[in-house]
T-cell receptor, first 116, second 111 residues
Framework: DAGVTQSPTHLIKTRGQQVTLRCSPK?????VSWYQQALGQGPQFIFQ???????QRGNFPDRFSGHQFPNYSSELNVNALLLGDSALYLC???????????????FGPGTRLTVL | GNSVTQMEGPVTLSEEAFLTINCTYT??????LFWYVQYPGEGLQLLLK?????DKGSNKGFEATYRKETTSFHLEKGSVQVSDSAVYFC??????????FGQGTELSVKP
């Protein structure tokens, strides 16, 4: 049973560029969440997608956008990259349970983004 | 608002020592609580969870009990191994969507 997969593993960009990160959820999962983890910190929630719509969003600027496809895979796009966007970007998948607190999220290995 | 506070690390133990990593939370309602582990250079792995008060989550020798009266979810293991060296994150889910994480506690186990 394949777990959550993410691509690419590592990425180096320069300030002002745009980047797209990709995520495939665990088999049978329909919900994808994205998190940003700065070095030495806990992950911070960016947004969550279900039924191809953004269901919930954290405190991130509009430069961060996403998409979910009919096969439940997802993309995270970041425009006008800043040095502070350098982080590990984690994707997590889950099975939507009607918005209860019992949803269990399973994480992928992450994409390490470095902005120079 | 919702928040999670963990004991600061790094925590350094000898092999076979007893482990406790403290976690307390602030939340309205009835959140679910989780422990995740992150090995160097990897993503997060779910270690255990508890969805209601007095539930005990357990996995791979680790345990944590959901204590609503003290708003705590401390992680324990009776005998740690070198392979347990990692960063441990306590998290809560109170809104069906986002996980709110603590800052993480680094554990280093020496042989």
């Amino acid at each position: 049973d394949a777990g959550v997969t993410q691509s690419p593993t590592h990425l180096i960009k320069t300030r002002g560029q745009q980047v797209t990160l990709r995520c495939s959820p665990k088999s049978g999962h329909d919900t994808v969440s994205w998190y940003q983890q700065a070095l030495g910190q806990g992950p911070q929630f960016i947004f969550q997608y279900y039924e191809e719509e953004e269901r919930q969003r954290g405190n991130f600027p509009d430069r961060f956008s996403g998409h979910q496809f009919p096969n439940y895979s997802s993309e995270l796009n970041v425009n006008a990259l800043l040095l502070g966007d350098s982080a590990l970007y984690l994707c997590a998948s889950s099975i939507f349970s009607g918005g209860t607190s019992t949803d269990t999220q399973y994480f992928g290995p992450g994409t390490r983004l470095t902005v120079l | 608002g919702n928040s999670v506070t963990q004991m600061e690390g790094p925590v350094t133990l000898s092999e076979e020592a007893f482990l406790t990593i403290n976690c307390t939370y602030t939340a309205t309602g009835y959140p679910s609580l989780f422990w995740y582990v992150q090995y160097p250079g990897e993503g997060l792995q779910l270690l255990l969870k508890a969805t209601k008060a007095d539930d005990k989550g357990s996995n791979k020798g680790f345990e944590a009990t959901y204590r609503k009266e003290t708003t705590s979810f401390h992680l324990e293991k009776g005998s740690v191994q070198v392979s347990d060296s990692a960063v441990y994150f306590c998290a809560l889910n109170n809104q069906g969507g986002k996980l709110i994480f603590g800052q993480g506690t680094e554990l280093s186990v020496k042989p």
